[in-house]
């Protein structure tokens, strides 16, 4: 069953504790992201990688950080620098970087800041 | 810098209205611009691209580079189409190549 798998669904963390996001995908994507989604807010790019050891910065990476060392994973660290990291956080891929591409998307991650 | 905006948080309408949703954009350049819907307790996913020019569930999307608009259109409503609706933009070129920018999102509630 090919598609983006994100985990956990549901994540708790403590303040001043790092914590990571997983993000796989077994669709050979080149392209892959990852966005918050806050209410009223929409979909923010944190960081993306268009190839394997190779990644930038969104619009609000901030407090994260990522790593791209194999084609199948992305995982997202947010780490205890980021002030308001209770969101949902998106995972994408894409084939390539080309503008008509379409993007395929995990089911999300709920981080809660306890 | 690209922007995508959509001006509505909110949008209701009642089943076999017409239905507007409204996406303006900055880009300078060609833009390929997208619509992608997420349904209740269910995956982000695309709705249709300009590209294609295609109609899908009975919507259409027309690229209107004098006005920078991509608005989404349907002329009657249904309740299944309700949804959360994004308007989004790849950057095919210049240093954030490969960056893809979605906008705030649209509530679409159709109301029976």
């Known amino acids: 069953d090919g598609g983006i798998t994100q985990s956990p669904k549901y994540l708790f963390r403590k303040e001043g504790q790092n914590v990571t996001l997983s993000c796989e995908q077994n669709?050979?994507?080149?392209?892959m992201y990852w966005y918050r989604q806050d209410p009223g807010q929409g979909l923010r790019l944190i960081y993306y990688?268009?190839?394997?050891?190779?990644?930038q910065k969104g619009d609000i990476a901030e407090g994260y950080s990522v790593s791209r060392e194999k084609k199948e994973s992305f995982p997202l660290t947010v780490t205890s620098a980021q002030k308001n990291p209770t969101a949902f956080y998106l995972c994408?891929?894409?084939?390539?970087?080309?503008?008509?591409?379409?993007?395929?998307f995990g089911q999300g991650t709920r981080l809660t800041v306890v | 810098a690209q922007r995508v905006t959509q001006p509505e948080k909110l949008l209701s309408v009642f089943k076999g209205a017409p239905v507007e949703l409204k996406c303006n954009y900055s880009?300078?350049?060609?833009?390929?611009l997208f619509w992608y819907v997420q349904y209740s307790r269910q995956r982000l996913q695309l709705l249709l691209r300009?590209?294609s020019r295609e109609s899908i569930k009975g919507f259409t999307a027309d690229l209107n580079k004098g006005e920078t608009s991509f608005h989404l259109k349907k002329p009657f409503a249904q309740e299944e189409d309700s949804a959360m609706y994004y308007c989004?933009?790849?950057?095919?070129?210049?240093?954030?190549?490969?960056?893809?920018?979605f906008g705030q999102g649209t509530i679409l509630t159709v109301h029976p």
């Open positions: 994408a891929s894409r084939t390539g970087t080309g503008a008509g591409t379409e993007a395929f």
């Open positions: 880009y300078s350049g060609s833009p390929e």
């Open positions: 990688s268009q190839i394997v050891n190779d990644f």
């Open positions: 300009h590209i």
């Open positions: 989004a933009l790849p950057n095919a070129g210049g240093t954030s190549y490969g960056k893809l920018t």
């Open positions: 669709l050979n994507h080149d392209a």
